[in-house]
């Protein structure tokens, strides 16, 4: 069993910058592909930045692309989200998300969720 739990989220001006941080815990932490979700009410959640594999590699939603810095300890036991230049349309709950493969993530089966951070950015 995989557990998540994120921490950082907050009030932000137009322009400014947060860190987000996921605590992973579990048996097979240290093998499995690391995300940020984002969701604002009524949709559906965006895959906003994933990190996966023996050398760390990333993707980002145009979205985010940029601006959006996603990383990890050796260990995988530490997710991190950058956010920098940050607009009001980034207002979110934001979720840490880990999952078997990059494409799991993506297809979001098969993966595992945190309970969310708000994050709101004011104009």
């Known amino acids: 069993q995989v557990q998540l739990r994120e921490s950082g989220g907050g009030l932000v001006q137009a322009g400014g910058s947060l860190r987000l941080s996921c605590t992973a815990s579990?048996?097979?932490?240290?093998?499995?592909?690391m995300g940020w979700f984002r969701q604002v009410p009524g949709k559906d959640p965006e895959l906003a930045a994933v990190?996966?594999?023996?050398?760390?590699?990333?993707h980002y939603a145009d979205s985010v692309k940029g601006r959006f810095t996603i990383s990890r300890n050796n260990a995988n036991t530490e997710v991190y989200l950058q956010m920098n230049s940050l607009q009001p349309e980034d207002t979110a709950v934001y979720y840490c998300?880990?999952?078997?493969?990059?494409?799991?993530?993506?297809?979001?089966?098969?993966?595992?969720w945190g309970q969310g951070t708000q994050v709101t950015v004011s104009s």
């Open positions: 579990g048996s097979t932490v240290s093998t499995l592909a």
């Open positions: 998300a880990a999952g078997p493969s990059f494409v799991s993530l993506v297809a979001r089966t098969g993966a595992h």
């Open positions: 990190i996966w594999g023996s050398h760390n590699t990333t």
